[in-house]
C-alpha cells in the first residue's frame, strides 16, 4: 500500500507545523481589526464598512509535471485558481492579486508561458494582477516554484464563515477538472513509476501527462452570481490537499455526512489502482469536486437549480449536527470517517 507520507508529504505533519506558526503569530491579530480567525481559507480585516479579505497559494509539485511536459503554459492559471477559490469561501469577490516567481535561472520563455497562463487565469476569475515579484535562486530553486496572493471585497452583512451552519443543511458540490493541483506528490510517485506521461488513460483519449496538467477549476463566475442572490448560503469550502478535512475549516461543532459522490473520474481509478488505500485517496484528492455549497434544506433545489447555470452540481450529503466529524460513504460503499 503506498501513503501520501511515503511520496514525501505528511499531512498530519503539515498540521501540526502550521498550528505552530499559527500561534506565533495570533498575537499580532491584535494589531487591527480582524474579522475571521485563522483557519479559513480566507482572513478578513475591516475597513470602513467592507471586510477585505486576504489569501495566499501556490502551484506545488505541479511545476514538476510542466518540466516534464515542457509546457508552463498552464500552472499559471492554477496559481490563480488556488487563490481565487480561497477568497470565494468567506463570501468575498476576488478582485487583484500579486505573484511570486521564483526560478533557478531565468529563462524568458519559461517564464512568458508562465504569464500566458497567470493572464488566463486573471481574465476567467475578473482579477487584476497587479504587481509581483520575480527572485534569481540558484541555490535554493530547482528550475522554478510558483505562488500568488490574492484579495477580494465584501460588504460586513454578507460574510459567510460557516458558523451559520446547522443539522439537516444541504452539501452541494462542483464538479472538480480532475486532480487539480493537490496530491501531485502521491500522484507523481505511483503513476510515473508505472507508467510514462504519454500513457493513455484507459476510457479516455487523455494522457498520464495531459490529465496531471490540467488547470485547476476557477469557481468565481457561478459562486460571485450566486453570492448576488438572496438564497440562504451557510458555508462555502474550496476542497483542495486534505480532500473533505477542508469541511471542518467552516464549522468544527457540526457532522458532515457525504454519501453521493460523482462516478470516479478515470484519474483517480488509475492512481487508486496502483496500490493506494481507498482512506489515503479520500483523503488526499478531491474525488472529483472542487468546491462545496452549503446550502439550507428550504433554497437547496433553488440553488441546484442556479447553479446549473454555470457549473455541474451534485447533491452530495447533509449535514449532521449530532457526528463532529466528516463521513464519507465511497464508491465501494465503505464508510471513512475523519
Known sequence: MVNYSESGVDIDLEEVTVHKIASKLESTLKNRDVVTKSGHF????????????????????????????????TVGIDCVAMVVNDLLCVGAEPIALVDYLAVEKMDPEVASQIADGLAKGAHISKTAIIGGETASLPDIINNFDLAATGIGIVD?????????????????????????????????????????????????????????????????????????????????????????NNLKRLNDNVGFEIDNLPQFQAIFKLIYEQNVPLNEMYKVFNMGIGFVVVVSENDYQKVFNYLKKYSTPYKIGKVNSNKCEVTIKTFTDEIIKY
Do not use: Q
Open 42 to 73: 480566507a482572513s478578513l480585516i475591516r475597513l470602513g464598512d467592507k471586510g477585505i479579505a486576504m489569501s495566499t497559494d501556490g502551484v506545488g509539485s505541479k511545476v514538476l509535471i510542466a518540466e516534464l511536459m515542457n509546457k508552463y503554459d
Open 156 to 244: 460586513l452583512d454578507k460574510i459567510i464563515t460557516g458558523k451559520g451552519i446547522k443539522d439537516g443543511n444541504i452539501l452541494i458540490g462542483l464538479k472538480s477538472n480532475g486532480i487539480h493541483s493537490n496530491g501531485l506528490s502521491l500522484a507523481r510517485k505511483v503513476l510515473l513509476e508505472n507508467f510514462k506521461l504519454d500513457y493513455i488513460i484507459p476510457k479516455t483519449e487523455t494522457t498520464i501527462g495531459e490529465e496531471l496538467l490540467k488547470p485547476t477549476e476557477i469557481y468565481v463566475k457561478p459562486i460571485v452570481n450566486l453570492l448576488k442572490t438572496d438564497f440562504n448560503i451557510t458555508g462555502m469550502a474550496h476542497i483542495t490537499g486534505g480532500g473533505f
